[in-house]
């Protein structure tokens, strides 16, 4: 876990709009280990989506990134991946960095056959041979678990919309990158498909050892996949730990309020607490601190000042002023969680 | 209840009256039999309609010819009469209904009848002088306009709301705007009569009378000579549509799902363009193109007419002015057939291209 294959540096993207910057992600750092699967979750328009394009440079035209660097480790060789070529950009896409995009329920090009589409990537990154392409590709498709001989030559309007998911796993690991992108992945699956295709992925990482960045807003789904989870807001990381602290000793008021949004079976309904307020406004955003507005332990000081992200236990990193009020306030409603926990078990 | 009785009775007390209307109904499914059928009551439905439509027109073969000989020879009218009637088999006193049947009874057996006013010359051997120049000059404006305005297009949308796209978009609306015969008058008069880039009257017919029709050089050069004004003319007429077209069809796929992906797995640019945009984009265009082979002949009567080029559209032209109603049903029925072929061949080659409507392919 140690040697890390992703370094996001003070990263900042901003959309010009005719209303204005867009300040949709505000100088993001962290980084991503060997194999680790980091969770981003927050709110829409927190900015998670457009992090991930930032990372393989697939931001629109209207985006601009004002600051920071993206290394990109592979065989003790670093490079920045925001100074890349565009020669270099493209060799890079897919080879080193996957991504499953956002609500791509046409992720394959409807006139082609699925192994031509595996096909047209192998050889875009130099590898041409047949025979290797075919292997290759029947193994992937019988790793996602799809009959490998009938997929192999179907055109995409032949398969369900989870049959293709797994497909598109299947391709995202074709040339065995470093990083996977899964930008909501499953969101418009069923549970049950859904469950097969997490299954699936959990399956493919332990064999071929990816880092994953993985985005959604069912926090369960996060905390089962994640090795570390990441808060947004306003697109700005304001928390980052590991899984268990994350979703047991939260520091932030606003991982608390996403917690406590989360409907649970053995919950009352006067439990469930939604965060109060609406998303902020990223061409104006507030002082100080970006969440005061809708936070109910906000001073005068997060008014003025944005609390730095601090680490305060080791590997847990927060930025908050008043870490200790989320700390008193999260007992009762952690204790509830723990219990459910030991009834489990 | 009383709703539901009779087709549970039918479908349990009867099985065998059932399975052959099942097979009828199978049958009634078929595509292939369907299109034909289709075309059959199409092709018939139309010759029907204007074979009472052209008799509709005022005046008839002979009166024109009668017209024709008291001009340019100056006799009376019973000498001109008389001189028409021994001239023409054609009566245009019989009973209509009669002549409907009888032309009926010949097209049946494939025999589209004799010109009227060129006696002993066969509809049929008419047709076969003069299409193939008409299918050369606009089918070679089509596929001209085609190739460049799916071109163009694309580049269009590739750089959509750069002042390239915008200029081409403003040329493209004036030039679909405006219809083709214009565009004729303007090249005649601007260029021919005004700058005299060209000789008109050099120009008239499909190639030099001079010349003897073979395969060399200076004749198939003659035939192009020939064939450039109208063709230009076609495609002028054209291809501000292919560009529109294809453009907004480019710029739809553009925002596909899978070219995003496609990007984002590293593919080539070309392969990208060709493969995933191109081929996705231009999938409407060859319906619209195979819709338009349909059209070939119609669209050619005014632009033959104006350069004097002796294809089917001239022909027709000339039918018309002189009444010869079985040359003009002659030329209606091709068009008829190639409307029909034409809408035949938008969808074959549709399922053909897109495997998503493809029927029974090759797949398994
Ligand atoms: N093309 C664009 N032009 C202008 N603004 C944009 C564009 N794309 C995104 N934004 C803005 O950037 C901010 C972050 O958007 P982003 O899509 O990254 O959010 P997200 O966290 O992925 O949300 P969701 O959970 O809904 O997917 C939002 O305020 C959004 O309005
Ligand atoms: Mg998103």
Same mark, same amino acid.
């Given at each position: 876990m140690s040697e890390s294959v992703l370094r996001i540096d003070d990263l900042s993207i901003v959309y010009r709009t005719a209303r204005g910057l867009v300040r949709a992600t505000s100088h993001v750092s962290f980084s991503l280990a060997k194999g680790e699967t980091i969770a981003l979750i927050g709110e829409s328009g927190s900015g998670k989506t457009t992090l991930s394009l930032a990372l393989i440079r697939m931001l629109p035209a209207a985006a601009q990134i004002t600051s920071g660097a993206i290394h990109y480790t592979r065989n003790g060789q670093t490079r920045n991946v925001l100074s890349l070529s565009p020669g270099d950009m493209r060799a890079f896409r897919w080879k080193e960095c996957a991504m499953v995009f956002q609500g791509a329920q046409n992720a394959f090009n409807p006139v082609l056959r699925i192994r031509q589409q595996f096909a047209d990537t192998a050889a875009a990154h130099g590898i041409k041979d047949p025979e290797v392409v075919k292997a290759r590709t029947l193994?992937? !498709?019988?790793?996602?678990?799809?009959?490998?001989? *009938?997929?192999?030559?179907?055109?995409?309007?032949?398969?369900?919309?989870?049959?293709?998911? *797994?497909?598109?796993?299947?391709?995202?690991?074709?040339?065995?990158?470093?990083?996977?992108?899964?930008?909501?992945?499953?969101?418009? !699956?069923?549970? #049950?498909?859904?469950?097969?295709?997490?299954?699936?992925?959990?399956?493919?990482?332990?064999?071929?050892?990816?880092?994953?960045?993985?985005?959604?807003?069912?926090?369960? &789904?996060?905390?089962?996949?994640?090795?570390?989870?990441?808060?947004?807001?306003?697109?700005?990381?304001?928390?980052?730990?590991?899984?268990?602290?994350?979703?047991?000793?939260?520091?932030?008021?606003?991982?608390?309020?996403?917690? *406590?949004?989360?409907?649970? &079976?053995?919950?009352?309904?006067?439990?469930?607490?939604?965060?109060?307020?609406?998303?902020?406004?990223?061409?104006?955003?507030?002082?100080?601190?970006?969440?005061?507005?809708?936070?109910?332990?906000?001073?005068?000081?997060?008014?003025?000042?944005?609390?730095?992200?601090?680490?305060?236990?080791?590997?847990?990193?927060?930025?908050?002023?008043?870490?200790?009020?989320?700390?008193?306030?999260?007992?009762?409603?952690?204790?509830?969680?723990?219990?459910?926990?030991?009834?489990?078990? | 209840?009383? /709703?539901?009785?009779?087709?549970?009775?039918?479908? @349990?007390?009867?099985?065998?009256?059932?399975?052959?209307?099942?097979?009828?109904?199978?049958?009634?499914?078929?595509?292939?039999?369907?299109?034909?059928?289709?075309?059959?009551?199409?092709?018939?439905?139309?010759?029907?309609?204007?074979?009472?439509?052209?008799?509709?027109?005022?005046?008839?073969?002979?009166?024109?010819?009668?017209?024709?000989?008291?001009?340019?020879?100056?006799?009376?009218?019973?000498?001109?009469? +008389?001189?028409?009637?021994?001239?023409?088999?054609?009566?245009?006193? +019989?009973?209509?209904?009669?002549?409907?049947?009888?032309?009926?009874?010949?097209?049946?057996? #494939?025999? #589209?009848?004799?010109?009227?006013?060129? /006696?002993?010359?066969?509809?049929?051997?008419?047709?076969?002088?003069?299409?193939?120049?008409?299918?050369?000059?606009?089918?070679?404006?089509?596929?001209? @306009?085609?190739? =460049?305005?799916?071109?163009?297009? /694309?580049?269009?949308?590739?750089?959509?709301?750069?002042?390239?796209?915008? &200029?081409?978009? =403003? =040329? +493209?609306?004036?030039?679909?705007?405006?219809?083709?015969?214009?565009?004729?008058?303007?090249?005649?008069?601007?260029?021919?009569?005004?700058?005299?880039?060209?000789q008109v009257g050099a120009l008239r017919g499909t190639y030099n009378s001079s010349l003897t029709p073979g395969f060399n050089l200076t004749f198939l050069l003659s035939v192009l000579t020939h064939a450039a004004l109208p063709v230009l003319v076609y495609v002028l007429g054209s291809i501000g549509r292919w560009m529109l077209n294809m453009r907004n069809s480019t710029i739809g796929t553009l925002g596909e799902d899978y070219v995003s992906v496609a990007r984002a797995r590293g593919l080539p640019p070309s392969r990208i363009l060709l493969a995933y945009v191109g081929r996705n984009a231009a999938l409407p265009m060859f319906t619209l193109l195979a819709i338009d082979i349909g059209f070939i002949i119609g669209g050619s009567v005014i632009i033959e007419e104006l350069f004097v080029y002796k294809g089917i559209g001239s022909f027709l032209f000339w039918s018309i002015s002189q009444r010869d109603y079985t040359s003009m049903q002659g030329v209606f029925l091709v068009i008829t057939i190639s409307v029909v072929f034409s809408n035949v061949l938008a969808d074959l080659l549709y399922s053909q291209l897109d495997p998503r409507v493809r029927v029974g392919g090759g797949e398994k």
């Open positions: 193994e992937l !498709l019988r790793l996602v678990r799809l009959d490998p001989q *009938r997929v192999y030559d179907a055109y995409p309007h032949e398969m369900s919309g989870g049959m293709k998911q *797994r497909a598109l796993l299947a391709l995202g690991v074709l040339l065995d990158p470093q990083v996977v992108i899964l930008d909501e992945p499953t969101t418009a !699956l069923d549970i #049950l498909t859904q469950r097969a295709i997490i299954d699936v992925l959990n399956e493919m990482q332990k064999r071929l050892n990816f880092s994953i960045i993985f985005i959604s807003h069912d926090l369960a &789904l996060a905390a089962e996949m994640a090795d570390r989870v990441a808060t947004m807001y306003a697109g700005e990381i304001v928390e980052l730990a590991p899984v268990a602290e994350m979703f047991y000793r939260p520091h932030h008021p606003y991982t608390l309020g996403l917690l *406590r949004s989360v409907p649970k &079976l053995d919950q009352r309904r006067d439990d469930l607490v939604s965060i109060p307020g609406d998303p902020p406004n990223l061409i104006d955003p507030p002082s100080g601190c970006k969440f005061h507005p809708r936070c109910q332990f906000a001073t005068d000081h997060c008014h003025q000042e944005a609390p730095p992200l601090v680490e305060y236990t080791p590997g847990h990193f927060a930025a908050c002023w008043h870490t200790d009020k989320v700390a008193a306030a999260r007992s009762g409603f952690i204790d509830l969680k723990e219990v459910k926990k030991d009834d489990r078990s | 209840m009383a /709703t539901l009785n009779p087709p549970i009775r039918s479908a @349990s007390s009867r099985p065998p009256s059932l399975t052959a209307s099942a097979r009828l109904r199978r049958l009634a499914r078929s595509y292939t039999l369907r299109v034909f059928a289709q075309a059959v009551v199409t092709v018939w439905a139309v010759i029907t309609f204007t074979f009472f439509l052209i008799r509709l027109m005022p005046g008839n073969p002979v009166d024109v010819y009668i017209d024709f000989l008291m001009n340019q020879q100056n006799i009376t009218y019973e000498e001109a009469r +008389a001189r028409a009637a021994s001239q023409f088999k054609f009566d245009p006193d +019989a009973n209509i209904f009669v002549q409907y049947g009888e032309y009926m009874g010949r097209l049946i057996q #494939l025999d #589209l009848g004799e010109s009227i006013t060129s /006696t002993g010359t066969r509809v049929i051997e008419q047709i076969a002088r003069f299409l193939p120049w008409t299918v050369f000059s606009v089918g070679l404006g089509l596929f001209i @306009s085609f190739i =460049l305005g799916v071109t163009i297009g /694309t580049i269009m949308a590739y750089l959509r709301n750069s002042w390239l796209d915008n &200029l081409f978009s =403003l =040329l +493209a609306s004036i030039l679909g705007a405006v219809p083709n015969y214009i565009w004729g008058l303007l090249i005649l008069i601007v260029f021919g009569v005004q700058l005299q880039w060209f």
